[in-house]
């Protein structure tokens, strides 16, 4: 069993040593309380604002955070997640037309799996992008979600958006994944993707799912919070209500193992027949 601790809490958009703070009081929270992980909501260090992060983030900055974020997890003896933009891989110009600078940058939206050594374990960048102001700051990435041994847990990432669709969790679960971290920027009025949506991906592809939102308003947008992590059989492990919290549930393999002997789900999985269905 592991402790795991998620922040939820409200970003200052472009304030790093602000937010940086934050996440380092959370840590040592965590830290103290005895969790060996925290996860943090999606593009908490740099706040959620994909038009003015990708107009006014500087990448050159980026490895300099990330390095922050790092000796944050090792001063804490830690393990930490934090989601952070990254640059893709671009196809190359061949006009001297003059740009603003970043404009014609393409950016993925990443998380980072940190041990408490501050070392980088696991990296993941977000498939899915939700909403019309993504789709114009970021691409989408194609990777599968990967897997790592985490204390003790199989441990994987998706972020905010990924894991509304079953094929995205499910491609954890069938990768080994017993522990699913997601850090997420869910916005008011979509209340049922933590009460309902995340139970119910725990619940069909036998995991725990940590699910950390932003708390408060943040650029144009205003946050849920209802921070949450289920349990392989659906339960609620722990649940934050709008404001700024610091939830702590009990992870582990046990459970995993007992609701997928329970019901076999992932055994009996008929994927070639999906496949013709898809046609």
């Known amino acids: 069993m592991m402790l795991l601790a998620l922040l939820q809490a409200n970003a200052s958009v472009l304030d790093v040593d602000a937010n940086l ?7 040592n929270r965590a830290s103290n309380a005895g969790a060996g992980l925290l996860l943090t909501p999606e593009l908490f260090p740099v706040g959620y604002a994909p038009l003015r992060l990708h107009a006014e983030l500087d990448p050159a900055t980026l490895p300099a955070i990330r390095e922050r974020l790092a000796a944050i997890a090792r001063t804490r003896g830690i393990g930490l997640v934090y989601s952070l933009p990254a640059l893709a891989l671009k196809p190359e110009r061949h006009d001297d037309a003059a740009q603003p600078p970043h404009a014609d ?12 050594g501050g070392n980088e374990v696991l990296n993941y960048a977000k498939v899915h992008l939700f909403g019309p102001e993504e789709h114009k700051a970021f691409v989408g990435a194609e990777e599968p979600p990967a897997v790592v041994d985490f204390n003790g847990i199989r441990a994987s990432m998706l972020i905010c958006y990924d894991v509304e669709f079953p094929e995205a969790v499910r491609a954890a679960a069938t990768r080994g994944a ?38 408060g308003h943040e650029d144009v947008y205003n ?3 209802g921070s949450v992590v289920a349990g392989p059989d659906g ?12 939830l ?3 992870v582990g393999t046990d459970t995993v193992k007992a609701a997928r002997d329970e019901v076999p789900y992932l055994r009996e999985r008929r994927p070639e027949l999906y496949k013709e269905w898809d046609r």
């Open 21 to 27: 703070r934050t996440i380092e009081d959370a840590a």
């Open 105 to 116: 940058d393409a950016w993925h939206i990443t998380a980072t799996l940190l041990d408490a």
């Open 178 to 215: 017993e522990l699913l971290l997601v850090p997420t920027a869910l916005s008011a009025g979509f209340d049922n993707v933590p009460q309902v949506l995340i139970r119910a991906r725990a619940l069909e592809s036998q995991l725990n799912v940590a699910y950390a939102n932003h708390s």
């Open 223 to 225: 946050f849920l919070g």
């Open 235 to 246: 339960s609620l492990l722990a649940a934050a209500g709008e404001g700024a919290a610091l």
């Open 248 to 250: 702590f549930a009990e």
